[in-house]
């Protein structure tokens, strides 16, 4: 069959996806629907389809099979409730929202929807990424360091923790998912966080640098790191630690190393199409097993990051059955 898809926002990551999705041929773009009406007719005349200004509008004039939804993170909440009330399936790009309670009401629906849904983590899906969780099926992990060490992202809402949540939210939270991935859940987790002036970014009230330490279900311990006071992107990865293996897992190579060899791996897939395919499948099929990353999953990475910055806050380490309530 093929799947007709409305996308609901104009941005770059929205682009990112509108090139895979217009290169599959049992997909059919049918409208691009942005608050800003200019952005999304540029993109509905690079894709050959229509713009609108409100999702609602785009949904009631083309009849889309599934939505794609890439907004900043302050905007979600009424575009997923509206697939929701609609019975479209979704995919979404992360963050899921700027806090836990929107996250948790939107999961909530969704399960009682039964929707199939997928959302942007994307380092599931690279092939390399596979080889490094089959090779830790031997292993042990003891210690996981993750890293998101960067610079300033320059979009005005970024540096406004009300608009984008903050850097944990915004970009570390690739890192804690990939974490989660590869070693397993966590049961509870210390944050730390601090925020000063910044001559070049008076406006900013985000944290500039932030930690979590992060206790594994199977026992191991993590530390996840963050800034963006830096000028270039120094060290974006996850740093895995079992007995006699050092494993280094960045976006683009994966570094083995074990007393006798050292091995290097570069992804042979294309994490963003391999993600876009795998949910475009599942609507046209109805079996989403080929999806990595459902809203319930993402959510479990997303209330563990949300507990880190509550934890950072009251300087508290703070265990991840926390009351809901006490996380607002």
Not at 138 to 154: H, K, M, N, S
Not at 186 to 207: C, E, I, K, M, W
Request: glycine letters at 6%.
């Amino acid at each position: 069959m093929t799947v007709r898809i409305g996308m609901v926002g104009a941005g770059i990551i929205a682009h990112r996806h509108l090139v895979d999705l217009a290169g599959m041929p049992d997909v059919d773009l049918v409208g691009i629907a942005d608050v800003m009406p200019e952005k999304a007719a540029a993109y509905a005349e690079e894709f050959g389809t229509r713009s609108f200004e409100a999702a609602e509008q785009m949904i009631d004039a083309t009849r889309p099979d599934a939505l794609y939804i890439c907004i900043p993170p302050f905007a979600h909440g009424a575009p997923e409730m509206l697939a929701v009330e609609r019975g479209l399936p979704f995919f979404v790009e992360k963050p899921l929202a700027v806090d836990l309670p929107t996250a948790e009401a939107i999961g909530e629906a969704v399960e009682r929807a039964g929707l199939i849904t997928a959302v942007g983590h994307h380092w599931r899906y690279l092939d390399s990424v596979d080889q490094v969780r089959d090779l830790l099926r031997g292993y042990q992990v003891r210690l996981a360091q993750g890293y998101w060490l960067d610079f300033t992202p320059p979009p005005s809402w970024w540096t406004k923790a009300a608009l984008s949540g903050g850097q944990m939210i915004e970009q570390t939270i690739h890192i804690v998912d990939l974490a989660r991935y590869l070693v397993g859940d966590v049961t509870a987790v210390y944050g730390a966080a601090n925020h000063r002036f910044r001559p070049n970014f008076p406006q900013s009230d985000l944290d500039d640098v932030s930690a979590a330490i992060l206790h594994f279900e199977n026992g191991a311990l993590g530390i996840i790191s963050s800034t963006h006071i830096l000028h270039y992107p120094y060290r974006i990865g996850l740093w895995l630690y079992a007995e006699d293996l050092v494993v280094e897992c960045r976006e683009a190579e994966v570094i083995i190393q074990r007393p006798d060899d050292n091995l290097r791996i570069e992804p042979q897939v294309d994490p963003f199409a391999c993600e876009d395919r795998a949910f475009v499948n599942a609507v046209a099929t109805g079996d989403s097993h080929g999806i990595r990353v459902p809203y319930a999953e993402a959510l479990k990475t997303h209330r563990l990051v949300c507990t880190a910055m509550v934890s950072a806050r009251e300087q508290a380490p703070m265990a991840l059955d926390k009351p809901k309530e006490m996380l607002r």
